[in-house]
């Protein structure tokens, strides 16, 4: 790929920066996220906020409104239902063909991807605000690995930018949930299917990883926005 294919450092940069602070909470759902207030913040000017934010708009964290302004996506049980509902028919399609495509060095990567989660799990105490930025970083970086054999780059983009837009409900619930969850033996059963090319078992894992946060925002969300 040529240099000139590739976004100028600044706006990556910015996008990067933009995306974990959405993704983290520091601008709330709803807010208006005001390019003189942005600017300020990151210390940049108007032109690559404007198309970090125009990128952050197609990844669906972003919405851009009638007056070509800019606010953070709201949150509700319907949208999670519609992000979840996405993501259980792209990411088992590219979960079945990375299992039936991928070699030796795709299941290094994904061992790998798993043994740097889990050091960092152990670290975490149990309950609420456990779902720091570097879990989020390594948690993503596990389920991509996992995907990253499918052929299809589109497909892979697609899973990756759904997976974002659901971090802000998986913090959401890891925040208000009232018993523990132990995510790290999820994520153990789930490699060892995939891994062993159980691919019926791995589907089925996936599927319940990630509709168990599906109904832990169905339950918690109501009660705390009514």
């Known amino acids: 790929m040529s240099t000139a294919t590739l976004p100028p450092p600044l706006v990556a940069q910015t996008v990067a920066r933009l995306r974990q602070d959405l993704l983290s909470n520091v601008h709330r759902a709803g807010d208006k996220l005001k390019v003189d207030h942005?600017?300020?913040h990151y210390g940049c000017s108007s032109s690559p906020l404007r198309e970090a934010l125009n990128r952050l708009t197609y990844e669906g964290l972003v919405v851009a409104d009638e007056r070509r302004g800019f606010r953070v996506a709201e949150m509700s049980v319907d949208d999670f239902n519609d992000i979840t509902?996405?993501?259980l028919i792209l990411d088992m399609q590219a979960l079945e063909e990375a299992i039936e495509r991928g070699g030796d060095e795709w299941e290094a990567q994904?061992?790998?991807s798993f043994y740097r989660l889990q050091k960092v799990e152990d670290r975490?105490?149990?309950g609420p605000l456990v779902l720091d930025s570097e879990w989020s970083m390594l948690h993503k970086n596990f389920h991509m690995t996992l995907l990253s054999a499918t052929t299809?780059?589109?497909l892979l983009q697609s899973c990756s930018n759904l997976f974002d837009q659901a971090e802000r409900y998986r913090r959401f619930?890891?925040?208000?949930r009232t018993q523990s969850r132990s995510k790290s033996g999820e994520h153990e059963a789930i490699l060892n299917a995939t891994v062993e090319r159980k691919t019926d078992e791995a589907v089925a894992l996936l599927t319940r990883h990630i509709t168990r946060t599906q109904h832990d925002i169905a339950t918690i969300m109501p009660k705390l926005t009514s």
């Open 110 to 112: 994904a061992i790998a």
């Open 38 to 40: 942005l600017r300020e």
């Open 173 to 176: 619930s890891a925040a208000h």
């Open 124 to 126: 975490l105490p149990e």
């Open 85 to 87: 509902r996405l993501r």
């Open 152 to 154: 299809s780059p589109r």
